[in-house]
């Protein structure tokens, strides 16, 4: 199995709406991303997880809120989202955290929309 | 992570080799190379990747210059499905360096 799995893969929400994301993977990955992609540009690294503990937030707006409950899954929650953070948001995990040598798996994303 | 520089945009024939250059000439001497695409509206997907030598897989073949200055990916066969824009980043390789940051890569057109 070498799927990194992100559900819902399409997410409408209002502004005042909590919803979440969630990604899993079971290749035993220890290091999770969260990317945002917006249209017609390259994916953005929002936040790293390594052995299930946040190592870098990109100065995200605390209105993301990410969790990582257990090694294979990696949830991203929303809440008082604004219409321009509406993009393509990206999983992403890897073996180890550090060390070039090995390479990332991606999920296929969830396109949220918040009108 | 080392800059990279990539033409925004290229154009290939069906069946024709398709090469993709990508300068990274402020990369030391343990940063790899790799190599992403990504089909419209989908996940990037991994290519190859190399550190000093040229690699080869069944997808592509991955050409560094001697001064790891610069490198070129090849797809040999181009098809449609190709297509894609395709992504250059250097990474180091020490232990503890967690980030993969995307340039703006190049679009690549695989026309009939």
């Known amino acids: 199995d070498t799927e990194v799995t992100q559900t819902p893969k399409h997410l409408v929400m209002g502004m005042t709406n909590k919803k979440s994301l969630k990604c899993e993977q079971h290749m035993g990955h220890r290091a999770m991303y969260w990317y945002k992609q917006k249209a017609k540009k390259p994916p953005e690294l929002m936040f790293v997880?390594?052995?299930?503990?946040?190592?870098i937030n990109e100065s995200v707006p605390s209105r993301f809120s990410p969790e990582c409950p257990n090694s294979s899954l990696l949830n991203l929650h929303l809440h008082a989202l604004q219409p321009e953070d509406s993009a393509l948001y990206l999983c992403a995990s890897r073996l180890e955290p550090g060390g070039g040598n090995t390479e990332a798996f991606f999920g296929q994303g969830t396109r949220l929309t918040v009108v | 992570d080392a800059k990279t520089t990539q033409p925004t945009s290229m154009d290939c024939a069906e069946g024709r080799a398709a090469n993709l250059p990508c300068n990274h000439s402020?990369?030391?001497?343990?940063?790899?190379v790799y190599w992403y695409r990504q089909i419209h509206s989908q996940g990037p997907q991994y290519i190859i990747h190399g550190l000093k030598n040229n690699e080869t897989n069944e997808m592509a073949s991955l050409i560094i210059t001697e001064d790891r200055k610069s490198s070129t990916l090849i797809l040999p066969h181009a098809t449609l499905r190709d297509t894609a824009v395709y992504y250059c980043i250097v990474r180091p390789g020490n232990t503890g360096f967690q980030k993969l940051v995307f340039g703006t890569g190049t679009r690549l057109l695989v026309s009939p």
């Open positions: 402020t990369i030391s001497g343990n940063e790899y």
């Open positions: 997880y390594s052995y299930e503990k946040l190592s």
